[in-house]
């Protein structure tokens, strides 16, 4: 265990000073612009170990509509704030209310279903491959979108390291790989969803993630209602506070910091949060959770790291800005 945890700190290190290297040569990023980022990937990051501590009380319809409705409050009123019409029930309402279904209820419901029986710095490792399962689908769905052989490289690379992960027996077994398949399949709906945005991507950024997270309340409603009977409950104040958290600050909050990084800094610099939700995702995994970390865990989490890397050096539409 203590060669492992000076492995996780070693690897952590190197890691994330090369990554703060990169994005310094990448743009001139002030200090503003980095702790912007960093607290961005700890948000999320930590999102996975309080998904986990509100599973222990309530059912997966109900924490993902709780989730939704906290989150819903900031962003409407930050759209009455800036005077952004909101055009959830618009003429293009449906195309609001696909990606609230994809974007937002399905994969909330789906990554409170896998994380509730696999650890959480796992379900956070798994869902930093979104943008690997979402180039796949893009290749398939996206005329300018195709896969060139590095591009191709790079999201191999990184399914080889989700791959190794079914091998370790500590992390995943026979009782819980089916909710690992199912925290992947969560991400795949992020990434159907993303397509979806294209839709709107001329629209107003506040609006559009405002718009489908009212409609995924509407989705989510009747589903808690029916299925879970919330108001026969009773949970933990822990399970509660981890659940408000998620709510206000780990889909609201950082949403609204979403938003004033890509404003200011661009699309480019606001995905390098992706390689720093799992990283933050094992650190809290480990030291809030006390979940075991196998060097497995530690040589599946560069792979996928790399993967992503490479693949986003060669994402030309990406590094475009589009």
């Known amino acids: 265990m203590l060669n492992s945890l000076v492995l996780l700190i070693t690897n952590i290190s190197y890691a994330f000073n090369t990554y703060i290297q990169s994005l310094i040569a990448m743009r001139e990023a002030n200090t503003k612009d980095l702790s912007l980022l960093l607290l961005l990937g700890v948000i999320w990051g930590s999102s996975f170990f309080n998904i986990k501590i509100a599973t222990y009380s309530y059912e997966p319809f109900t924490l993902a509509l709780v989730r939704v409705i906290f989150a819903s409050i900031p962003l409407f009123l930050l759209c009455k704030f800036q005077k952004i019409k909101i055009e959830a029930f618009s003429n293009n309402w449906i195309w609001y209310a696909l990606i609230g279904l994809c974007n937002i209820a399905i994969p909330f419901v789906l990554i409170a279903i896998g994380t509730a029986k696999i650890n959480s710095y796992l379900a956070a490792i798994l869902m930093s491959t979104t943008p690997l399962s979402g180039s796949i689908l ?16 790079g999201v191999s690379i990184g399914f080889s390291g989700i791959i190794l992960l079914f091998f370790d027996k500590v992390v995943i077994n026979s009782e819980n790989y089916i909710y690992a398949l199912i925290t992947i399949l969560g991400s795949t709906f992020y990434c159907i969803g993303g397509l979806l945005t294209l839709k709107l991507k001329n629209r107003v950024n506040e609006n559009v993630t405002t718009s489908t997270t009212l409609w995924s309340v509407i989705f989510l409603l009747p ?34 910091i979403r938003f004033r990084i890509l404003t200011v800094n661009g699309l480019v610099f606001q995905t390098q949060v992706a390689y720093l939700i799992p990283i933050f995702g094992i650190i809290f ?25 490479i693949f986003k050096k060669n994402n030309k539409s990406t590094n475009n800005g589009q």
Do not use: C
């Not at 893009?138 to 490289?153: M, R």
């Not at 949970?235 to 206000?248: A, K």
């Not at 006390?290 to 792979?303: C, K």
């Open 223 to 256: 589903l808690s209602l029916f299925f879970e009977a919330p108001w026969n409950s009773n949970p933990t104040l822990e399970s509660t506070v981890s659940l408000l958290y998620l709510g206000v600050i780990a889909t609201g909050l950082a949403w609204l």
């Open 138 to 153: 893009a290749h398939i769905f996206i005329k300018d979108e195709k896969l060139s052989f590095l591009k191709f490289l």
């Open 285 to 309: 995994g480990y030291f809030l959770m006390n979940e075991v970390i196998t060097w497995r865990v530690i040589v599946s989490l560069v792979i996928i790291l790399m993967g992503i890397y």
